[in-house]
């Protein structure tokens, strides 16, 4: 039996990957990943083989993963953030249906939710909702049907992927589908370059949020009713009875 | 200014922590900490002074944290997954308020919803909604409410806190209010102990999942209406739309 690592890297910076994950791609002799996250931890992993496909080419990263695991040679597949989430975990699942001799192994990252989360505050303290904006392989109403019950029913929401080129006005549009049932003083945050250089994070209102322009390496928050601003930070409470 | 590290250490495995948790803990004073998730850590940070509170007095313990600090130490508040995640540093924030010459870093770490998912295969590929079944510090109705809206809106649901010996039949009862709008073959899974000793996985159908007792030590996982097993493996595919 061969075995395939899908590794979770983390927001990028060595520091925030798992011990466990920088032990595996240690003892691996191919890392497989796209192109920019190859870039990231490339000179941490001296001496191994590195192979990359570009965006949207991601059946195609698989089947190389696939292929060179056959050859006996032990491999990783990294992604961004946690595998699971929005990751690769799912889709080398499914092509490896045709590779019975091969089994996978995923090694948990800290995803954008969570890792961003720790910019702003604490923003997820209390049961949350994770919505991607992308409209690539999900129906518009889908998602806009995920955003109105996240909403309805009080979840915080994290936002990934909440811009693009061709989507710039998604995040108003998302806004617009919360407000009907949060306040505009609702507090909200976004983080640009979680984990990276550049990190910014904000705290803003969910009015002041629906006029932001965020790039497609921003995620979002949006709190529930009861999230707050403390000096500076988003911070929602642990319940909805007095602690 | 002092500073208070507030750290995820994820499941409870040394591995499963983030390399800069690591080196957090290895720099501080003092640890601070639930009695449980101490005894998990203490042999990996010889040298430190370990305090302590048990459960339900997670205010004290924060208390705790922020007069160390005070008196110039180096302190960090270990959590067990990540610190924001129905975790501690909602209330250290709070608590905050009372000490501004402290500030707080928060150091993420894997929460169970993608360290037990890495176990399951890949359940959250795709957009999802984290709910607590406890009902110690939110009304019932709130949960409920929640827990309707996700499944309606066909988000993959995680429930976290699914059973205590008071509340053993709310698991049941959850299962019961998704089934209202997803299929008894839903594809759905738990798991015991992740990343600790006596580990446990198992994918299963809504209606099995139904009649499935789990302890406090568990999360479970139901799949939305794409969510597939293959090979024993919960898998959620990426989209709704072919790939």
């Known amino acids: 039996m061969n075995t395939i690592y899908v590794v979770g890297i983390g927001p990028g910076a060595y520091e925030k990957?798992?011990?466990?994950?920088?032990?595996?791609l240690k003892s691996c002799d191919v890392i497989?990943?796209?192109t920019v996250y190859v870039d990231l931890v490339k000179e941490h992993f001296p001496g191994k083989e590195f192979l990359t496909t570009p965006m949207k080419r991601e059946a195609e990263?698989?089947?190389?993963?696939f292929r060179e695991a056959e050859?006996?040679?032990?491999?990783?597949?990294?992604?961004?953030?946690?595998?699971g989430v929005y990751g690769m975990s799912g889709l080398m699942y499914e092509i490896?249906?045709?590779?019975?001799?091969t089994e996978l192994r995923i090694i948990g990252g800290l995803t954008a939710a969570t890792s961003g989360a720790a910019v702003l505050g604490a923003p997820l303290i209390?049961?949350?909702?994770?919505?991607?904006?992308?409209?690539?392989?999900?129906?518009?109403?889908?998602?806009?049907?995920?955003?109105?019950a996240a909403a309805e029913a009080d979840f915080v929401i994290c936002l990934y992927n909440p811009s693009s080129r061709k989507r710039h006005d998604y995040l108003q549009k998302a806004c617009d589908l919360v407000l009907r049932y949060q306040k505009p003083e609702t507090v909200c945050g976004y983080v640009k370059?979680?984990?990276?250089?550049?990190?910014?994070?904000h705290v803003l209102t969910l009015e002041q949020l629906r006029g932001t322009e965020v790039d497609m390496f921003?995620?979002?928050?949006?709190?529930?009713?009861?999230?707050?601003?403390?000096?500076?930070?988003?911070?929602?409470?642990?319940?909805?009875?007095?602690?």
Chains 1, 2 share one sequence.
């Open 218 to 243: 921003t995620t979002v928050w949006i709190g529930n009713s009861q999230t707050r601003e403390l000096r500076g930070k988003m911070v929602t409470p642990r319940g909805y009875r007095n602690v």
């Open 61 to 65: 990263r698989c089947e190389l993963a």
């Open 96 to 101: 490896g249906e045709q590779y019975p001799d």
């Open 17 to 24: 990957m798992t011990v466990e994950a920088a032990q595996v």
């Open 126 to 148: 209390h049961d949350f909702a994770v919505i991607s904006l992308s409209d690539l392989l999900t129906p518009w109403e889908k998602i806009e049907k995920r955003i109105l």
């Open 193 to 201: 370059n979680i984990g990276r250089e550049g990190e910014e994070g």
């Open 71 to 83: 050859k006996g040679r032990k491999v990783a597949m990294i992604c961004s953030g946690d595998a």
């Open 32 to 34: 497989v990943g796209y």
